[in-house]
């Protein structure tokens, strides 16, 4: 079985941190993509170690291999790889992966995450004479819409008494209105 030599794999880990180029192709390429499946969901650790493992493959050693750069090829061989991209991988979730949690499945719920009662009752106190085909009362709350460009307070889904659906904005219903 091969042996890891840490002085080559330490070189190689000190030139992908030191270039400045090599670090931005791994918070951008790399840690984008890994942020995308943390979001999703889907974020696996070893699946991370693989994707560091390309990183090392496609983008450190070609530059190492430059004489510009380093001129040195630094040939890992199968342990040595597996100490690179356990390192980026675990160095990038600490960092930035960590904190990062998924989005919740529940699209379109409130962000305290309550479910509304149906049948709460709303009351609407009128004054004036723009709403006049629309009478003071109470309502029996169907749905909360939530607030849109056009609507930035929000809307209520409503029945009247007759079994007629309407949909308002908030700000024509009193405040504190809800029992």
Do not use: C, H
């Not at 918070?27 to 889907?42: A, D, F, I, P, W």
């Not at 307070?153 to 908030?170: H, N, P, S, T, V």
């Amino acid at each position: 079985m091969a042996t890891i030599d840490k002085d080559k794999v330490r070189e190689v880990i000190l030139f992908a941190d030191n270039d400045y180029r090599m670090y931005e192709v791994l918070t951008t390429t790399y840690l984008n993509n890994l942020k995308k499946k943390r979001l999703k969901g889907t974020y696996d650790k070893k699946k991370s170690y693989k994707l560091m493992e390309y990183y090392y493959q496609n983008y450190v050693r070609p530059e190492m291999k430059k004489p510009s750069k380093y001129g040195y090829d630094p040939k890992f061989n199968k342990p040595e790889k597996e100490y690179f991209s356990k390192y980026y991988g675990d160095y990038l979730w600490e960092e930035f992966l960590k904190n990062v949690r998924p989005k919740s499945k529940l699209k379109g719920t409130a962000k305290t995450k309550r479910k509304l009662k149906s049948g709460v009752i709303l009351k609407r106190e009128f004054s004036g004479s723009l709403f006049g085909s629309f009478p003071s009362g109470e309502y029996e709350l169907v749905r909360e819409i939530k607030p849109t460009k056009v609507v930035p307070e929000g809307q209520y889904e409503i029945r009247r008494k007759d079994g007629k659906k309407i949909i308002l904005a908030k700000s024509r219903f009193a405040k504190g209105g809800r029992n």
